[in-house]
């Protein structure tokens, strides 16, 4: 019953380096999301995409940037990892609003990555 | 721009006994969705309730119902008989109705229910 997924649960990288968090969902949807999760900030949008090749900055895109070059995938890049960058990463794919879907079949966010930058 | 604020930080209730967490909104849209989601400790983000702003009937989930103002623009969650199992974050959040589906989410709500 996995809807969407996340490559790692935790990771530490080091400042400097070039990290990947990768994020596929199976349900076929258009719209993907990247945001990162802070205690007293809540959730804030870092990049979006709303089909293939497709990708609009969010909020926060400073030090990001993404890729989607399948429909399933959505790829969050940090490009030189900073100690700022320490937070939880969270994917969501929504469905197209007015589907038919029930409650039970909206579980639109993936477990979260918390990543840590030393 | 669309805000979402969730002014109540913590909150606390005893075992069975009933909560209402609040969420207010600003935006210019007239057509929207409304979320609750829940976030246990260490654990993933669980769609609790959602509203379509067209819809004037509140909507209900098990123990779980919102109250939806859409003049005031108000949309408050009601827990009945609480559990030990809704100690979570409990995050309010805004859908627009156009392409990208963007959320806004409150900035949470630390519930803690109490045997």
């Known amino acids: 019953d996995v809807k969407v997924t996340q490559s790692s649960r935790y990771l530490v990288k080091r400042t400097g380096e070039k990290v990947f968090l990768e994020c596929v969902q199976d349900?076929?949807?258009?719209?993907m999301f990247w945001y990162r999760q802070d205690p007293g900030l809540g959730l804030r949008l870092i990049y979006f995409s709303y089909d293939v090749k497709m990708k609009e900055k969010g909020d926060i895109p400073e030090g990001y940037s993404v890729s989607r070059e399948k429909k399933e995938r959505f790829s969050l890049i940090l490009e030189s990892a900073s100690t700022n960058q320490t937070s939880m990463y969270l994917c969501?794919?929504?469905?197209?609003?007015?589907?038919?879907?029930?409650?039970?079949?909206?579980?639109?966010f993936g477990p979260g990555t918390r990543l840590t930058v030393l | 721009a669309q805000t979402v604020t969730q002014s109540q930080p913590e909150m606390s209730v005893q075992e069975a006994e009933t909560v209402t967490l609040s969420c207010t909104y600003d935006?210019?849209?007239?057509?929207?969705?409304l979320f609750w989601y829940k976030q246990p400790p260490s654990r993933q983000m669980i769609l609790v309730i959602r509203?379509?702003?067209?819809?004037?009937q509140n909507a209900t989930e098990n123990r779980f119902s919102v109250n939806f103002q859409k003049a005031a623009k108000s949309f408050s969650l009601k827990i009945s008989d609480s559990q030990l199992g809704d100690t979570a974050m409990y995050f309010c959040?805004?859908?627009?109705?156009?392409?990208?589906?963007?959320?806004?989410f409150g900035t949470g709500t630390s519930l803690t229910v109490i045997p």
């Open positions: 969501a794919s929504p469905p197209p609003l007015g589907g038919a879907d029930s409650l039970q079949d909206t579980q639109y």
């Open positions: 349900m076929d949807h258009e719209n």
């Open positions: 959040a805004f859908m627009k109705q156009r392409t990208g589906n963007q959320f806004y």
């Open positions: 509203q379509e702003a067209y819809k004037q």
């Open positions: 935006t210019s849209e007239s057509n929207y969705y």
